[in-house]
C-alpha cells in the first residue's frame, strides 16, 4: 500500500507552531516510505478565512522545505460534492432530516444537565415522520449513529481506544443553510484524496471517533490516525500566547533557520535515540511512527538557540550573507559586500541567530569613524603598522605568523596588539578574531584605518 498523508489547515491566522509539526511528521512519513504528502486547505469558515491566512500557510510550508504533491485542495470548492453524498446516506436511510428548533435543542441540552448526563442531542427526529415537519424550520442532516456498541480506535500513537456509542450522538452533517459540517467535509475530502494515513493533535481524538462512524456509514476505508499530544511550554501548561512566539513567520523574523526550526519540531514527539542534532536526510532515513512518543513535549527556546548556533556554523556563507542582507534591508556597497563575505566565516561563530549576525557585521557595514587613542596604543599600532605593510601574503595563517613572531621580537604581548588593532578597526572590545578582520576589511582597508588614528 502507498501511503498518502496530508496537512489541512484552516486559515484563519498564521501557520502555528504545533501545525507546523503536523506537517512535517505528516511529510516525513510520506516521504520516508516514497509516498504521497498532499496540502487541503479547510477554508469552509467564511468569515474567518482570508487569502493573507493562506498566503502565510503556503510561505511558512515552503520557508520549512515542506513540499507537498500536487495542487492544494480547497475545502469551500467541494460544498456541492459533501452536500450530495450527506443526501445520499438519507436515501440510504443512514442518515435523516431533523427539524428541531433552537429552543428544543436548548431543552434538550437542559434536561441531560440536571439528570447529570452529557448534553447531547436525543434522537428527536431519527425515526419520525417528515409529514410532521414544521413549515417554518429548515433542517439539518443528521448521521444515524449506531445505539448500541462501541466505536473502537486503534491509534499508531496511543494503542487501542474504546468509546460506547452512547456516548455519541446523532452528529450533524449538514446544517440548515445547506452548508457541510467540518465532520463531514473531512471524511469525504479523506477518501476521496486516498488518505491513508493521518497524524495530528490528540485534541482532534474525539472528532475522530465521529470521523469513524461516518467512514462506515459511507462503507469506506478507514485511515490509521495517530495521535499526538500537544506542545507544551517551558512551564510544562500548553502552549499558549504568554509563550511567546506561536507562529512560524514569528520564528523566521527572530533570526532562525529553517533547518533549525524543523530540527526542533522533530524533537517535540519524535525520538531517535539519544541524538538531538537530525539534519532533514536522516530525518527522511529514520522517521518511522513508532518512535511517536506518548507524552506532551516541552519547547526549550534556549535548545532551539543552540540547535540555531550549530546550523548557522555549518550553513553556506553564501546563503548567509543573501540572508543577511536581505535582513538589514538597505542597499550594501559591494566593498561592503565583499567584506561581509570575506568576514562570514568568523561571524557565525559567534551567532546563534541571524538577528544576532546582523548587530555583530554592523564591524564590516558601518562607516569607520577613527578615534583617539593613548600614546601606549599609538607606539604599538606604529610599530605594527610597519610590519603590516611588509606583509605580501595577505591570508590568516601568515599574518598569525608574523603578528605573533612581531610580538615576540618586540617583547610586547601579543593580547596588546590585538586588542590595539581590535580597538582601531573596529572601536569594539569584543568582535571575530583580529586575523578574521584582518582579512575580512583586507590590506588596503586595515592599513588606511591604522593610519588613520596615528595622523
Given at each position: 500500500m502507498s501511503i498518502v498523508t496530508r496537512f489541512a489547515p484552516s486559515p484563519t491566522g498564521f501557520l502555528h507552531i504545533g501545525g507546523a509539526r503536523t506537517a512535517l511528521f505528516n511529510w516525513l512519513l510520506a516521504r520516508h516510505h516514497g509516498g504521497k504528502f498532499l496540502l487541503r486547505i479547510e477554508d469552509t469558515d467564511r468569515e474567518r478565512?482570508?487569502?493573507?491566512?493562506?498566503?502565510?500557510?503556503?510561505?511558512?510550508?515552503?520557508?520549512?522545505?515542506?513540499?507537498?504533491?500536487?495542487?492544494?485542495?480547497?475545502?469551500?470548492?467541494?460544498?456541492?460534492?459533501?452536500?450530495?453524498?450527506?443526501?445520499?446516506?438519507?436515501?440510504?436511510?443512514?442518515?435523516?432530516?431533523?427539524?428541531?428548533?433552537?429552543?428544543?435543542?436548548?431543552?434538550?441540552?437542559?434536561?441531560?444537565?440536571?439528570?447529570?448526563?452529557?448534553?447531547?442531542?436525543?434522537?428527536?427526529?431519527?425515526?419520525?415522520?417528515?409529514?410532521?415537519?414544521?413549515?417554518?424550520?429548515?433542517?439539518?442532516?443528521?448521521?444515524?449513529?449506531?445505539?448500541?456498541?462501541?466505536?473502537?480506535?486503534?491509534?499508531?500513537?496511543?494503542?487501542?481506544?474504546?468509546?460506547?456509542?452512547?456516548?455519541?450522538?446523532?452528529?450533524?452533517?449538514?446544517?440548515?443553510?445547506?452548508?457541510?459540517?467540518?465532520?463531514?467535509?473531512?471524511?469525504?475530502?479523506?477518501?476521496?484524496?486516498?488518505?491513508?494515513?493521518?497524524?495530528?493533535?490528540?485534541?482532534?481524538?474525539?472528532?475522530?471517533?465521529?470521523?469513524?462512524?461516518?467512514?462506515?456509514?459511507?462503507?469506506?476505508?478507514?485511515?490509521?490516525?495517530?495521535?499526538?499530544?500537544?506542545?507544551?511550554?517551558?512551564?510544562?501548561?500548553?502552549?499558549?500566547?504568554?509563550?511567546?512566539?506561536?507562529?512560524?513567520?514569528?520564528?523566521?523574523?527572530?533570526?532562525?533557520?529553517?533547518?533549525?526550526?524543523?530540527?526542533?519540531?522533530?524533537?517535540?514527539?519524535?525520538?531517535?535515540?539519544?541524538?538531538?542534532?537530525?539534519?532533514?536526510?536522516?530525518?527522511?532515513?529514520?522517521?518511522?511512527t513508532e518512535n511517536l512518543g506518548k507524552s506532551a513535549s516541552r519547547l526549550d527556546f534556549s535548545k532551539l538557540d543552540n540547535l540555531n548556533g550549530h546550523y548557522m556554523r555549518i550553513a553556506d556563507n553564501s546563503r548567509l550573507l543573501k540572508n543577511l542582507i536581505e535582513l538589514i534591508g538597505e542597499n550594501i556597497s559591494e566593498e561592503k559586500r565583499l567584506r561581509l563575505l570575506r568576514g562570514m566565516s568568523g561571524l557565525k561563530q559567534r551567532a546563534k541567530t541571524m538577528l544576532e549576525l546582523r548587530d555583530l557585521a554592523t564591524i564590516y557595514t558601518n562607516d569607520f569613524v577613527p578615534e583617539k587613542v593613548n600614546s601606549e596604543t599609538q607606539n604599538i599600532l606604529e610599530t605594527t603598522l610597519a610590519r603590516l605593510k611588509s606583509i605580501e601574503d595577505w591570508t590568516e595563517e601568515n599574518l598569525e605568523k608574523q603578528l605573533r613572531e612581531f610580538s615576540s621580537e618586540k617583547n610586547i604581548s601579543f593580547g596588546k596588539i590585538a586588542q590595539s588593532l581590535r580597538n582601531v578597526l573596529t572601536g569594539r572590545k569584543i568582535t571575530p578574531s583580529i586575523f578574521d578582520m584582518l582579512i575580512s576589511f583586507g590590506k588596503n582597508e586595515s592599513l588606511s584605518r591604522i593610519n588613520a588614528v596615528l595622523v
Open positions: 478565512s482570508t487569502q493573507e491566512a493562506v498566503d502565510a500557510i503556503l510561505d511558512g510550508l515552503k520557508w520549512l522545505e515542506i513540499n507537498w504533491d500536487g495542487e492544494p485542495v480547497f475545502q469551500f470548492s467541494r460544498t456541492r460534492h459533501h452536500v450530495e453524498l450527506a443526501e445520499s446516506l438519507v436515501k440510504e436511510g443512514k442518515a435523516y432530516y431533523c427539524y428541531c428548533t433552537a429552543e428544543e435543542l436548548e431543552a434538550m441540552r437542559n434536561e441531560a444537565r440536571s439528570k447529570g448526563l452529557s448534553p447531547k442531542y436525543n434522537g428527536m427526529w431519527r425515526d419520525r415522520d417528515h409529514g410532521d415537519a414544521p413549515a417554518c424550520v429548515n433542517p439539518v442532516i443528521r448521521l444515524k449513529a449506531p445505539l448500541d456498541g462501541d466505536t473502537t480506535l486503534c491509534d499508531i500513537v496511543q494503542g487501542k481506544i474504546t468509546v460506547s456509542n452512547k456516548e455519541l450522538d446523532d452528529m450533524v452533517l449538514v446544517r440548515s443553510d445547506g452548508t457541510p459540517t467540518f465532520m463531514l467535509s473531512v471524511v469525504v475530502d479523506d477518501h476521496d484524496m486516498g488518505i491513508t494515513h493521518v497524524i495530528r493533535g490528540d485534541d482532534h481524538l474525539t472528532n475522530t471517533f465521529r470521523h469513524i462512524q461516518i467512514f462506515n456509514a459511507f462503507g469506506w476505508n478507514i485511515p490509521q490516525y495517530g495521535h499526538i499530544p500537544l506542545i507544551h511550554g517551558p512551564d510544562g501548561a500548553k502552549l499558549s500566547k504568554r509563550h511567546g512566539a506561536l507562529g512560524i513567520d514569528a520564528y523566521r523574523d527572530r533570526g532562525y533557520l529553517p533547518e533549525a526550526v524543523c530540527n526542533c519540531l522533530l524533537r517535540l514527539g519524535w525520538s531517535h535515540g539519544d541524538d538531538e542534532i537530525i539534519s532533514r536526510e536522516q530525518a527522511l532515513e529514520w522517521f518511522t
